[in-house]
């Protein structure tokens, strides 16, 4: 997993090219947001975790023509502050760069970042933003989410357990994506008839404690 | 006069790599356009298609290639014996087939830069052979690719009858005529009869 940071990636202001004259105050206000913006998990009361990355990764599967194929995501950022005790002021934003996503296989790779499929021209990430959290019993949790690509913006479960070691915390959850839920492959194969319709995501992280 | 009795090496050559493809195309095409709609045969029927594409391709090049080579090296001319329908009917024949293994690869290629799933070609998993632009960039792919996939089919059924009436004319001309028309498109042979 490579950071979103290192890439070059910047997240956008919303509201920053939309604003009307006078410029300076627009800018301005545009600084203040992305700033809010960038810096809002830190307000958060619980802890906060970074991601280790070489030791996370995010994957998805399904199956293609009857052959199963898995691949992973090399490129995102996670933004979380988790504690079970804590639950209400926990969150975790993940950014995705969808162009990243590779299988091995050179067609399926190929064929991924065009427009029917991630679209990456159009929307270069996909963005995993939790809303709430609730407490399943030992190490077990389900965090509702949204998950936005596309231009689509979709509510989604993620069930996760979450064991912590001192400053060390471990995740491993997985979600059950459809992918036509984000028009995913609407055009080439919009009844499933070549890819499956379920693509389940699975994730593995760990963590360190944030200084 | 040997060696202008037969053909070239390079036309030997290509004559066979083209044909063993040919008849490894038609093959795989007819199997895996059925296969590819059975869930037990789906997978392996998918791998056949991505090496169909890479042997069409191939065909397509190796054809340009002996058109071209064909051009600049006439081949031997016919047995003297032959009438003037015979003489009509082989150069129909050999035209017909110039034109099908080069207009069956390039309907294939337009078919699958058409298809409205996208998926690139990889030439035997080595490189990306890129669709027609026109083709790939249309807005609505799927009647066209209809189009391109029916011209491919029956060409290509055509191109199997062309083929019955090539090898049995070639089998005529050797058992029955007894003239060097077979054994001079033949490897490692020399010339039947002549010195």
Known sequence: MKSLRDQGYRPRTRLGGHLPNPPFFGMLLGVALWVLSVASPVLADSTRWQVVPGESRISFSGEHAGNKFKGTFGTWDAVIAFDPADLAGSKATVTIALASAKTGDITYDKTMPTADWFDVAHGPTAVFETTAFRAKGSDAYEADATLSMRGLKVPVVFAFTFKADGDHASLAGSAKLKRLDFGIGRGSDGDGSWVSLDIPVEVGVLMTRAP | ?195
């Open chain 2, 1 to 195: 006069m040997r060696d202008s009795q037969r053909y070239t090496a390079a036309a030997i050559t290509l004559h066979w790599l083209i044909a063993l493809a040919i008849v490894t195309l038609l093959v795989a095409g007819w199997w895996m356009t059925d296969a590819i709609h059975h869930p037990e045969t789906k997978a392996t029927a998918f791998k056949v298609y991505q090496l169909h594409k890479s042997l069409g391709l191939t065909v397509l090049v190796l054809s340009v290639l002996r058109l071209i080579w064909r051009l600049v090296n006439p081949p031997p001319p016919l047995p003297d014996g032959m009438t003037r329908f015979e003489r009509i009917a082989a150069h129909a024949t050999h035209g017909l087939f110039y034109a099908l293994i080069i207009a069956i690869p390039l309907a294939g290629w337009a078919m699958v830069s058409a298809s409205p799933f996208g998926l690139p070609t990889i030439v035997f998993g080595l490189f990306e052979w890129p669709h027609i632009p026109v083709l790939a960039g249309l807005e609505d792919k799927r009647p066209v690719e209809a189009v391109f996939r029916n011209a491919h089919e029956i060409m290509a059924y055509g191109l199997a009858a062309l083929l019955v009436l090539h090898v049995g004319a070639a089998l005529k001309h050797h058992f029955v005529n007894r003239d060097d028309v077979l054994t001079r498109m033949l490897p490692f042979l020399r010339a039947r009869g002549r010195a």
